[in-house]
Nanobody, 127 residues
């Protein structure tokens, strides 16, 4: 089974940047779309961004569009989420998740579409 491990979280001031990584073990990500989700205290987990298995399609929630960039490395073992112009409302635990996709361009932000989840990494945006 695909196993994912997130890293790169931390404490950052408003307006700052962080880059999160999602590393796969046991499998390459050739056939998996990867999504990033976040959960703030007391709130539902929400989809943030997704990249297709080919890397040719990306999808962003409106709340992060223009500030976050999702990408994947050429070895297809790691997906990144570059987060710029961070706001306090971006605070939460960030999870990456894998979706076995039969189309190289399929993306989704529906939690139920994803079957493999990492353990999460904390992002705190505060002055």
């Amino acid at each position: 089974q695909l196993q994912l491990v997130e890293s790169g979280g931390g404490l950052v001031q408003p307006g700052g940047s962080l880059r999160l990584s999602c590393a796969a073990s046991g499998f390459t990500l050739d056939y998996y779309a990867i999504g990033w989700f976040r959960q703030a205290p007391g709130k539902e987990r929400e989809g943030v961004s997704c990249i297709s298995s080919s890397g040719g399609s990306t999808y962003y929630a409106d709340s992060v569009k223009g500030r976050f960039i999702i990408s994947r490395d050429s070895a297809k073992t790691t997906v990144y989420l570059q987060m710029n112009s961070l706001k306090p409302e971006d605070t939460g635990v960030y999870y990456c998740a894998g979706l076995r996709a039969y189309s190289g361009y399929y993306t989704s932000l529906k939690r139920s579409d994803f079957g493999s989840w990492g353990q999460g990494t904390q992002v705190t945006v505060s002055s």
